[in-house]
């Protein structure tokens, strides 16, 4: 019996000897090279590594809020003398975060965070060093110039894994972040009251050093490779993360995309990105002035006892009215309980972890990001209510947790919506736009909340709501969305 069929004699030749007319190689773009090798030991070995680098960025940024007061002390500043450090931090971060993101779209991730590494950790060491005021400002600058290109190891765990592990591997990294946080308060609870900040400064430095010894075994980005016309190297990058994953590499020939210039400011305000753009970076701005504002503000509280919305200063000895001790320049150093609520406010950052990471996943990135800023806003009005240190305590817990799952989709999100030939600028930029926030913030913690700290207070509540809004109507949703290789 025979079968008719009613088709075109071509159609028909096409369904019945495919092998015949479509005699072209096989090919396969890098995506889907990263989704066929799947998730195993390379991404073990990548998550720790690049995960570190978190470890070494808390470390120097947090030190700044565990050194104020011993500098304060040390060199007789006044609030916004103390408040221009970290404003200075931020600077270098800010300025190099742009120019550290175009280069890295240029000549590679993997370069750039080599060299911030090295940057940081030099001048770092220098800062132990410091005869003045003027001179720890100055080269805590440079050390944020190089911490700015930390975000490349994010960059390259992003552009490694497979679409369905980014939404629960990424957030994850904020381990590392709570790890040399909790690590750096650890230290200066020993080392400050014995050998200094000096030697906490140098200690300090010692995570960074040892990392960059480790990055030999972490390859350059096989996307980048490919931006940039390297199809050997993506090739054999992509050949080797198979070999140690024990998975098989997908068939064919390794397809070349489309040469595209890299690494340009126009691209991001492209028609195609420019509201993406804009709201990404009121969101990067509002997120890093709220998240600096709470851990400077811990320091505040703690140091000054600004608690019930309360401006008097500690009670003095009548005996005791001397011009040090009525100076705003008085030493008030940190004790033993105050390391402790340090320790525990901070230890909030990983309280939301799983909640940030079903959020994240299951409502999408938008949605999630909207939900945990509304709630950072309403925590920082709840700061006003007259309450006990333990409620007080549990207050900035819950602040931590919030901005903390607020950077985590913001981070994602942002290494997500660009493609691999402005992935790195975007991030930079977002970086720098990030850091006039936290370059803002330390005036507000550290002196206007001071003068008013319900004002203070409704700043920064206020600043939480705008990026609310900014985040749920962002025009594009990542979740689940591959990476793009180059501007569509």
Request: aromatic fraction near 12%.
């Amino acid at each position: 019996m025979f079968i008719k069929y009613n088709l075109p004699a071509d159609v028909f030749f096409v369904s019945v000897f495919p092998s015949l007319c479509c005699s072209g190689p096989k090919t396969f773009t890098v995506e889907e090279a990263v989704e066929a090798i799947g998730f195993g030991r390379f991404h073990i070995m990548l998550f720790l590594i690049m995960g570190s680098t978190g470890v070494t960025e808390a470390m120097e940024i947090m030190l700044i809020a565990v050194v104020s007061p011993l500098i304060r002390c040390e060199w007789q500043l006044q609030d916004w003398q103390v408040a221009l450090v970290t404003t200075m931090v931020f600077f270098g971060y800010m300025v190099f975060s742009i120019v550290l993101g175009l280069l890295a779209d240029r000549y590679g991730r993997w370069k750039i965070l080599l060299l911030s590494f090295l940057w940081a950790a030099y001048f770092s060491l220098l800062t132990s060093f410091a005869p003045s005021y003027i001179w720890f400002v100055f080269l805590r600058a440079m050390v944020g110039g190089g911490v700015s290109g930390h975000a490349q190891g994010l960059i390259i765990k992003t552009e490694f894994l497979p679409i369905k592990y980014r939404g629960y591997m990424l957030p994850l990294s904020q381990v590392f972040w709570l790890a040399g946080s909790l690590l750096i308060i650890g230290l200066a609870s020993v080392v400050n009251p014995t050998i200094g900040w000096r030697w906490l400064i140098r200690i300090a430095s010692i995570p960074g050093i040892l990392l960059i010894l480790v990055f030999k075994f972490i390859p350059e980005s096989a996307r980048y490779n490919m931006s940039t016309g390297n199809m050997a190297a993506a090739l054999a990058t992509l050949q080797r993360i198979a070999k140690i994953n024990g998975a098989v590499m997908p068939e064919g020939v390794l397809r070349e995309p489309a040469k595209e210039r890299r690494g340009r400011f126009k691209d991001l305000i492209h028609p195609k990105y420019l509201r993406t753009t804009l709201q990404i970076w009121i969101i990067w701005l509002g997120i890093a002035f709220a998240y600096y504002g709470v851990i400077l503000a811990s320091a505040e509280l703690l140091e000054r006892d600004l608690i019930c919305g309360s401006t008097a200063p500690p009670v003095q000895d009548p005996g005791n009215d001397s011009e040090e001790s009525l100076s705003p320049c008085h030493c008030r150093l940190f004790g033993p309980a105050a390391y402790q609520t340090m320790i525990i406010s901070t230890a909030g950052e990983i309280a939301l972890n799983p909640l940030n990471i079903l959020g994240i996943n299951f409502l999408g990135r938008r949605l999630s990001l909207c939900i945990t800023m509304g709630c950072t806003a309403l925590f920082f009005l709840l700061l006003n209510i007259c309450t006990s240190s333990t409620g007080m305590i549990g207050f900035l817990f819950m602040l931590r947790a919030l901005v903390s799952a607020n950077f985590n989709t913001i981070y994602i999100y942002t290494a997500e919506v660009y493609p691999t030939t402005m992935r790195a600028l975007g991030m930079g930029t977002s970086g720098s736009l990030c850091r006039v926030g936290a370059m803002v913030a330390p005036f507000i913690s550290q002196v206007l909340m001071s003068a008013s700290f319900i004002g203070a207070l409704c700043l920064f509540s206020s600043v939480c709501v705008v990026c609310a809004i900014s985040a749920v109507t962002l025009p594009i949703e990542t979740k689940g969305r591959a990476l793009i290789q180059i501007k569509l």
